[in-house]
C-alpha cells in the first residue's frame, strides 16, 4: 500500500513528512535500524543482529509496496527517517483478515513528541479502507513510554507473554498484548 507524502506537526510545532518508504530509501532504512538497535532495547534487533543490505532493503520496502494490505510508513524531518511504522495483516486467511498488526519505533531524541499517535491516526482510514477491523500491538512491560502511547491512543490491555525476549545478559523481557478496534 502506499500513502502520503502528509506534512503533520509534533508537540514541539515541527513539521515531520509521514510517507511510504519507497526504493530510494533503503540507505535511510539501514540507517534507521541500525542506530534504533543502538538506542533502545525494545527495538526488535540488537546491535548486529539486521541482516539488512541495500539490496535486500529494497526488496523488503517492495514487498509492501505491492501488497494492498501492507503499509511502511516513514517519519521524515529534513531529509532523515526519524520514525517507522509498520502495518501488517496477521493472516490472509477469511477468518484472520480483519486483524492488523502494528509496530512503531522513533529515533531516541524524537520520541515523545506525538508523532507515533498522529502518524497511527494518520494511517487508520488508509487501514479501515484496506478491511481491517481492529490493530493489535505489544510492548514490554517496563517500556513505559511504549504502553502509554498504546493507551493514549485506545488501545486495551489483553494478556502478557512472559520471557518474550532473551537479552544478552541472559535475562527476558515480558510482553504485553494490546488491541484497538477500529
Not at 100 to 108: A, D, H, R, S, T
Request: with cysteine; hydrophobic share 40%.
Amino acid at each position: 500500500m502506499i500513502f502520503g507524502p502528509e506534512e503533520i506537526i509534533d508537540k514541539k510545532g515541527e513539521s515531520f513528512i509521514v510517507r511510504s518508504l519507497k526504493q530510494d530509501d533503503r540507505d535511510l532504512l539501514i540507517s534507521f535500524i541500525t542506530q534504533g538497535a543502538r538506542e533502545s532495547l525494545y527495538f526488535p534487533w540488537a546491535p548486529g543482529e539486521t541482516e539488512l543490505t541495500a539490496d535486500n532493503a529494497g526488496e523488503y520496502i517492495l514487498d509492501f509496496e505491492n501488497d494492498s494490505r501492507k503499509l511502511l510508513l516513514g517519519a521524515f524531518r529534513d531529509g532523515r527517517l526519524i520514525g517507522l511504522e509498520e502495518l501488517s495483516g496477521v493472516g490472509n486467511w477469511k477468518s484472520m483478515r480483519h486483524r492488523c498488526l502494528v509496530g512503531v519505533g522513533f529515533l531516541k531524541e524524537n520520541k515523545g513528541r506525538g508523532m507515533g499517535t498522529r502518524m497511527l491516526m494518520t494511517a487508520v482510514a488508509a487501514l479501515k479502507e484496506a478491511g481491517y477491523e481492529q490493530l493489535e500491538s505489544n510492548a514490554a512491560t517496563d517500556n513505559i513510554l511504549s504502553i502509554n502511547f498504546l493507551r493514549n491512543v485506545d488501545f486495551q490491555e489483553y494478556g502478557m507473554i512472559p520471557h518474550k525476549k532473551k537479552n544478552k545478559d541472559g535475562s527476558y523481557v515480558d510482553e504485553l498484548r494490546f488491541v484497538k478496534w477500529l
